[in-house]
């Protein structure tokens, strides 16, 4: 930690500070520069942290030099997490990229969810996605079918051989849910809820985590931390799009660099979601080419098979013809992608 | 409701969403425009929401015109929401500005607290505020004393006359938390916590609602109408910045014109928080007076007795004898404000 | 044009909006809702922008239905501009994506820049990219060699066979840069410097204009129409990184899906610059990739022989062994999409 | 400036940074913690900026101890810049508030314009601010009335005893412009034009600077810096709104904190734009105060005679009965803030 003192701290300040350091067993050195003191600290930030120096009088910044991240660090954990599910799917550490698929909100239509389902598996994906309870900005929107919706979307996957992702919304429902569901959500508007994060963190269900509108690269490395800290160390990171200026095309801006950056800095498997990132169906493709191309351990789209009539985001949903070419060529691009990497390989090798 | 086509959208995509707004009893006009075809549509949007016809082909975008609270709405209720406390303090319609200090976390230091209680009480506050659960982006910080601390808070409050502010993080802490509690306050890391909200929503304690780092207003007063929307009127914005590119010097850049904007939209009280808006103990007299004289029906800042050793937030407290300066000029400052608004009533009358 | 009056606006107020347009030859529709009455109106918005509409009493908002720009517009002219050069290089239109390479500033050592043009030429780029006069934050920083520089890169380029891009800050050097330069560029900073637009579409060279960090999609466009409405129909846009609430790991926020964006609603080339995008160097080939594979007609990527010694943006430079090997497999990804377009036209033949 | 090394960086890598450091006559200290290398280093950043540094293998993040800004800051220059006209009309220093009034353009009525100028005067202003070239985002809009513009402007503000405020766009039009105006403007959108930056920087005419839509503070006065390094110490920053990502309400956000912060990094006076700002008449008032209580040193709002009918930005101008109040309270507002720096001395002295 680099405490970076005011341009007219005085003697009496600088040394309240490094006393209070010096108590509490870190290790100091000092650094009088024309304009500003330095104080580089070394211990144990468990017990002091950045925004208690921070308060001394007279200091100016407090910079941490290690990432604040532990359990989600590539640093504590150089190699890839590898999800397992039973079934043998894999998520993460170069394995096949996943396909997460669905509607939006499951609906009261259990032959339309079968008809996704079906296609989903015959293009080659592994998850049934759905929502069952939603998280709305307005309350007259529609708000999920609950349980009903759960048993639908087990009912369609067990059908097809698939594995089901569904977002939880409370933690009174994570013991119900885990009777249905393979792998549970966060929704990025719960990026920070701190207490679900937490009861997700002792469920023994893998755990996407959605990236919030607002959050930086560390702190949504900090909420998969508190997952992980609480006990479950199988977090699957999800780019969504970020909140920015613009949103007149793009309901959202997709941060497709952040997925070769948050593969140098953690372990954790990351898939992107172009349907939420873009909030349009004609981007769906290509946004989820560019998170493929770049890294990415799966992606999470939007599948309708009416999606004029969904109940919700019908406007960034695939219809079911228009899918199935979709996952043609991004079947070809992940063959690509393999063969690239083998390209590497072989070059190092 | 206002229904913009893609420039090539067809004669048959432009009737499919004419038929499905008449059959949903909407009334209908259209334009055809030289390049766009508009479609008006009056009617009821509980049951047909924007995002269902966004999804029609060929539909480019639809804008609602009507804003899509309603129980938050100066349109429903023209007159301001006034808050009353068994003691008499009201928040909101004109009253005077109130005032919420204490520090970030309630410490175990019930002396200490005191001390801010009893300063609070002589500067003219109402309310000593302070944190029992604390919302840590990290997992490695200090997460509040819980029930302990509220015990501390009640009784500092009671031995000063002030009533009680504190954060709900839980809904299964709301019935412990009632005992303790005048108003709740759902922080802004839970602004779309919807389960949370509802569960504020059936209390009969006011609410504080802070705004999201990346809430838009519009998003903002569509939270407060969850509450509301499940039987609690009495819910109190308050701003506290907003995420933008720049937080080298401020962590938050704070929209006070937010606080006009939300005046003139809906009927509710706003206060402003000015110690996490900024972050930095020297802008919370210039922003908590911003704030203020743009008509904030209250303030909310931090108040430590010993800031150096506050377990979170010192950097944001102030000092006490700071803190009375401070009140000082901020009472005199609410008097010219009252001033002022006479001579307006006087002026009109 | 739709104009939405205020909730509360007078019979008197809306008259006077309809007049007005009325006046102004504009074709009116208008519809009595249950709160706001909207005016639609129909006509040329070169003599009545909704600028002025907007200043009319009542009046809440005026939404533009058709998109501002027209020479820019692929409404206008459905097919892909393609920008071809003497020795046959063309961009734009579904060719072969170009590369654009070289450092950020030319420097004094015509042998380090001979190094990198042949590079370049080598791995099948061909545009030599440096700056001359460069735009820096800081007076303190490094500001170019100016036309020596500009020398050398002529020399350079023609030596290798390569054509050469560089910026121009100011008017007044256009003619001087035009004996040296076959593509001038805009930077980021400058989209908005409508003097310099204005005359740099009075030239008859083709323009790189950069997305500026703060420009929406729709800005970025007319900024091009600024330069196409003074004559030259030969912009190149350039997606560089948006400026977002995160900075600590890359510099920018690149809007990936900007590009198929600006092809559904633009006839004009698009290429993409992750040296600026992100300002690291490990994240120059996956973002590269991701604006290819999204449909970029281009890449710019800066490129220096000896990054540790440059005197800007070394950090986000490719040495040129590395350089070499992006390219390869760059090289390598053009020809897959070459392929997946085939089977695409195959598909729909 | 402190060097923070990647976890993995090698001794050479390390090495070769301290090497090159010392080269340059840096003063070295380091620091070899757990996981990253620290160095310290003290010494001349105009030779070797933290660009260069960055540009080593195994440097993880270069951090600026001092502010990057000179002749702005504070540090160097502790007391106030005030800039003082023939006419004894000063601003900064803690001298009355000046306002600058008048329309967003010139416009082609100087009867009109004599109305506003007229009622500035009497109504206690000491500037006739308008636009005789403007800067549009779309090339349809109107572009102003150049020379003619500013001979109506010099004529109403000599017949009414008032100083002039024009933006400048160009390095060219600078002569012309300095026989009619007092005080140059750069435009938000210029504030990195560091051409027209240096050009201005050679006159003698003080020159207000509007912060960029995108500027970080910290950028703000970098680019006052360009101005000042260039001969001209009389700079008056402008805060106008920043970008955010709501502009529903509010066309930019107004970082009104931005105004103490600069008072504390910075001697140069301070002015506040709350038409800009925020895009909305009604807003005009409350963000004009708000910017005055916490210290702003003038404001700049507009004033037409007739909105609805001006050429540009209408929407958030006063008409003349409106200003002629708002500046009654505004100007009592600047009374009670002088009367409280007199208390406050008094308490200090």
Request: aromatic share 6%; glycine share 8%; proline share 5%.
């Amino acid at each position: 930690m680099i405490i970076i003192m005011e341009r007219n701290a005085s003697d009496i300040q600088i040394q309240k500070v490094i006393d209070f350091l010096k108590n509490n067993d870190f290790e100091i050195r000092f650094n009088q520069g024309q304009v500003h003191t330095v104080i580089d600290a070394i211990g144990d930030k468990t017990t002091v942290t950045p925004g208690r120096i921070s308060a001394f009088d007279g200091v100016k910044e407090v910079k941490v030099i290690r990432e604040p991240f532990r359990l989600a660090s590539r640093d504590r954990k150089p190699d890839d997490t590898v999800i397992e599910f039973s079934n043998g799917v894999k998520i993460g550490g170069g394995n096949k990229p996943v396909s997460m698929v669905g509607p939006c909100s499951i609906e009261d239509d259990y032959e339309g969810l079968l008809k996704v389902a079906s296609a989903a598996k015959e293009a080659g994906c592994e998850f049934l996605r759905g929502g069952a309870f939603k998280p709305r900005t307005s309350p007259y929107d529609f708000q999920g079918y609950g349980e009903k919706a759960l048993k639908f979307m087990r009912k369609a996957a067990d059908e097809t051989g698939l594995l089901t992702v569904s977002e939880v919304m409370d933690a009174s429902d994570l013991d119900m849910m885990c009777d249905y569901i393979d792998v549970l959500q966060i929704g990025a508007r719960n990026v920070q809820n701190f207490k679900l994060l937490h009861a997700v963190g002792k469920c023994n269900k893998p755990v996407i985590l959605k990236r919030g509108l607002a959050s930086t690269i560390r702190e949504f490395l900090l909420a998969a931390e508190h997952i992980m800290y609480n006990g479950n160390p199988n977090v699957i990171l999800c780019e969504r799009g970020i909140r920015s200026f613009d949103s007149a095309f793009t309901r959202n801006v997709m941060d497709i660099a952040s997925i070769p950056v948050i593969k140098k800095y953690s372990h954790l498997p990351v898939i992107v979601d172009p349907s939420h990132g873009t909030g349009q169906r004609y981007l769906i493709e290509p946004m989820a080419k560019a998170g493929l191309i770049v890294g990415a351990d799966g992606i999470m789209i939007e599948v309708h098979h009416d999606p004029e009539n969904a109940l919700s985001d019908g406007k960034q949903s695939l219809p079911i013809p228009m899918f199935k070419d979709v996952m043609t060529r991004i079947n070809r691009l992940n063959e690509n992608i393999h063969y690239e990497k083998n390209c590497l390989s072989a070059n190092i090798g």
